[in-house]
């Protein structure tokens, strides 16, 4: 079993940027797609981005492109999502998670979720 924890929330205003951090525990994730996902009280958990475990490939929910960027370093088992230009919207728990696959991730393929990190943006 990975354990995930993410750092890096907290509460900043409209047009700032955050970075999260993803360390990974227990086991390497070098081979796997990671991802961020996000939930907002009382909304369904999103997908926000992913990238993949072996040719870096990246993929970014409609809402985040061109603000957010996810990469990774495997030699720290870390994954990071850094958010620049940030709106209200976008106040959530953010959760990492790990996927069963290579290349891509799904909630029905994710293995492991870490506890999450609280992000809030004010206006």
């Known amino acids: 079993q990975v354990q995930l924890v993410e750092s890096g929330g907290g509460l900043v205003q409209a047009g700032d940027s955050l970075r999260l951090s993803c360390e990974a525990s227990g086991r390497t994730i070098s081979d796997y797609a990671v991802g961020w996902f996000r939930q907002a009280p009382e909304k369904e958990r999103e997908f926000v981005a992913s990238i993949s475990g072996s040719t870096f490939r990246v993929v970014y929910a409609n809402s985040v492109k061109g603000r957010f960027t996810i990469s990774r370093d495997n030699a720290k088992n870390t994954v990071y999502l850094q958010m620049n230009s940030l709106k209200p919207e976008d106040t959530a728990v953010y959760f990492c998670?790990?996927?069963?696959?290579?290349?891509?991730?799904?909630?029905?393929?994710?293995?492991?979720w870490g506890q999450g990190t609280q992000v809030t943006v004010s206006s």
């Open positions: 998670a790990v996927s069963s696959q290579r290349f891509t991730i799904s909630l029905p393929s994710v293995t492991s």
